[in-house]
């Protein structure tokens, strides 16, 4: 269930990125070198896959962690400039 929701489009301008993040932002260069797979093995059996709505994405959540830890800013902030 979790796996699923990791092929979804969240949108059709998801090529922008592309364009606007350079290729040795340092984000960029820590996702294409990290799989950050191993999350979902670890958390495979902290969900339940057939009662409730659909998690959120727990490698995200991870992320908002690691960004966390990286820039003195608050929980908000860190969704907030995420999107």
Do not use: W
Not at 16 to 22: A, E
Not at 26 to 48: G, H, P, Q, T
């Amino acid at each position: 269930m979790i796996k699923l929701q990791q092929s979804i489009m969240f949108s059709k301008y998801g090529g922008v990125y592309d364009i606007v993040v350079p290729q040795i932002n340092i984000f960029r260069r820590i996702n294409c070198s990290v799989n950050f797979s191993f999350i979902f093995e670890e958390l495979k059996d902290k969900y339940c896959h057939d009662i409730g709505r659909n998690a959120v994405d727990p490698i995200r959540l991870f992320n908002y962690l690691f960004l966390n830890t990286i820039h003195d800013v608050t929980d908000v902030d860190i969704v907030e400039r995420s999107k």
